[in-house]
């Protein structure tokens, strides 16, 4: 009995992260996903790539994943992981915001499913003064 109440709690739990998971940020629209994709290409290291973009009110997540060993070492070294995200944020000029709008872009590492750092790059586009706070570590 213990055995199947373990199987179920886990099968809810599996149900309930695809399920409720999806609600928390949405997709973000194809056109978007397309410019984010074009503008890290190229510039992220051969072994990284771009898994994911989520739309999460005015903010697009892009969840890059790469190497566990790599991923290790990033996590230990959060300076060094911050100036180089930074260094993939898109300057003021770059026509990717155009297609961004006032929305900021966040880079995010994620390995086997888990993210660790978060860098926010901030819209030119705002048409407000108040900026947004940015994510816990970036």
């Known amino acids: 009995m213990r ?16 399920f409720c998971g999806p609600a928390l940020a949405d997709k973000a ?7 984010i994709t074009h503008f890290l290409k190229g510039k992220l290291p051969t072994d990284w790539s771009v898994v994911h973009i989520v739309k999460d009110e005015n903010l697009l997540i892009t969840y890059l994943t ?14 060094d992981t911050r100036d180089m995200l930074q260094k993939l ?25 888990k993210g660790f ?12 003064s108040v900026a947004a706070p940015a994510a816990p570590g970036g």
């Open 3 to 18: 055995k199947l109440f373990g199987t179920v709690s886990l099968c809810s739990l599996t149900a309930a992260l695809l």
């Open 117 to 128: 750092f978060r860098v926010r790059c901030k819209s030119p586009n705002k048409t407000s």
């Open 66 to 79: 790469m190497p566990v060993q790599k991923a290790f070492e990033l996590a230990y070294q959060p300076e």
């Open 29 to 35: 629209p194809q056109e978007q996903q397309d410019a």
């Open 89 to 113: 944020c898109p300057p003021s000029d770059q026509p990717l915001w155009s297609v961004l709008g006032p929305s900021d872009m966040a880079l995010e590492p994620v390995a086997n499913g």
